[in-house]
């Protein structure tokens, strides 16, 4: 069977692709499960083009080592003689790239399987006369003197010694016309892969661990989406994002993490901060409108409850603050009434309040005014977070990105921190401010997140 009919196979309608499956014979079927093309995900593909570095991005368990070991069958299928296999430590080398489930010795058909020597150093001979050297990435002297037209580089992130090991790679990717190095790992922020990643000569592929999970256990994506979606481990690890923690910056993600919840205690007040942009707010190229919803809870502490920040008309931040106002932000909204909305004037001045009490006149309204810049602002409310005095109800990214990039000279991310300085202004109102007698009535809240 080949590919070509393969893949078209794997395009037919399901009832009319099980008709011909079932009419295949023995060897037909063989053949089948021997074809990675047939049974990948497009990216877990090589993609086309001119590219010299191929990143697959992606989160625990989505198939980048399995991705990775197919590749290098392509490669030694299409003729290429010296191939760089490097991985985080002999260990990792020897017991994922080589032997493990989805590696190099599970992934060639029966007649063509690999001959590994991998003691003392790793050698993989092909059924082409091909050759596999492997290193890893605790000793980037290894990489002097052999040459490649082909690597494999697994895990990088977790290099010991990234940038000396992927240097020392470049100078011996000199055999053929255009020597490709693939890349699979989960990301870190370090420099040397942002580097890669950057390079106009280099194709990102990104994925999540949730792209794999037909083929992975139930239990298992039970448990993880459990225990760490949202968090800062979980992003990194199963979502693949690339979280860069700022040197010096006021909120660490820690600070989140650590204090996480599910759901809030009864609440004694409920606020919901704005922050406008000073923009239209409804174009693309403008900031957001920050709209934030916190709570403080009989036990003393801070609930950020939602962030329900957009980039509308006047009309439709008006309506969505309001909304947000009477408990629209929850599933069982009329259970989660605020006990006023909170704005800051420096930008519109009075425009803010109109634009609330044209959606609606009654809403409790209090205008607050930056005397001081946004760190000085922001340091009182940083400290209850270091405190453990705060926490996020479920997962708040956008909020938190915004809030791990505010640092000693200010926001270094782009635009203007809308979501951050909505929850300043909120935490501030609720936690360093002292309630009137009013404020002060206990609410039963329940079911939350």
Known sequence: MTSSLA???????????????????????????????????????????DWLTWVINAGRG?????????????QVDAGRQRIALIGETYK???????????????????????????NPNVQVTFHTGAIALGYN?????????????AA??????????????WDMLQFGLRLGERPQVLVTTTPRPIPVLKEIMARRTTVVTKGSTFDNAANLAPSFIAEIRDRYEGTRLGRQELNAEMLDDLPGALWTR?????????????????????????????????????????????????????????????????????????????????????????AERNFGGAMVEHVIRTVDPKVSYKEVTASRGKVARAEPVAALYEQGRISHVGALPHVEDQCCLIGPDGFIGEGSPDRADALVWALTELMLIAPTPRETRTRAVVGMY
């Open 7 to 49: 893949a078209s196979l794997a395009s037919l309608p399901e009832k009319e692709r099980q008709t011909i499956l079932a009419g295949l014979t023995d060897a037909q079927v063989k053949e089948l499960l021997e074809d990675w093309r047939f049974w990948a995900r497009p990216e877990q593909l090589a993609p086309e083009g």
């Open 62 to 74: 989505f198939g980048k080592t399995r991705a990775g070991a197919e590749w290098v069958r392509e």
């Open 92 to 118: 990792d080398l020897v017991e994922v790239m080589c032997y493990g489930d989805s590696g190099l010795a599970s992934v060639f058909p029966e007649h063509q399987k690999p001959k590994i020597v991998a």
């Open 137 to 149: 990435a605790t000793q980037p002297d290894q990489l002097r003197g052999p040459q490649f037209d």
């Open 152 to 165: 494999w580089c697994d895990e990088l992130a977790k290099w010991k010694k990234a940038r000396e090991t």
């Open 254 to 342: 820690a600070m989140f993490d650590d204090n996480r919840v599910r759901e809030a205690p009864d609440l004694q007040r409920i606020v919901v901060a704005v922050d406008p942009s000073g923009t239209a707010g409804a174009s693309d190229d403008g900031d957001s409108i920050g709209i934030v919803v916190a709570g403080k809870g009989v036990d003393g502490r801070g609930y950020v409850l939602a962030d329900q920040s957009c980039k509308l008309s006047p009309d439709g931040w008006g309506r969505r603050a309001v909304n947000a106002y009477f408990g629209g932000w929850s599933e069982t909204p009329g259970r989660f009434k605020a006990d006023r909305i909170v």
